[in-house]
């Protein structure tokens, strides 16, 4: 579980599990959120993420910049 500050639908932007960084290619295409809270974040998302990978989210909601 991952908390997020927005609900909504986000998409993968990069992940180092990709198979041109050499991992399996497991890929997450678009999340949803769930309306539960999680780590002081009112939305999380849930999802399964390989050992040693690394993973960038984009919300889809149409921020003109994402939230840090």
Known sequence: ???VPLSGLYREVL???SIKYGGDGLS????Y????PHL???????FDL???TGLILLTT????KPVF
């Open 1 to 3: 579980r991952l908390g």
């Open 33 to 36: 959120t769930d309306s539960l």
């Open 50 to 52: 390989p050992p040693l």
């Open 61 to 64: 909601s149409g921020l003109e």
């Open 40 to 46: 002081g974040y009112p939305y999380s998302l849930i």
């Open 15 to 17: 992940s180092s599990n």
């Open 28 to 31: 997450q295409d678009l999340l």
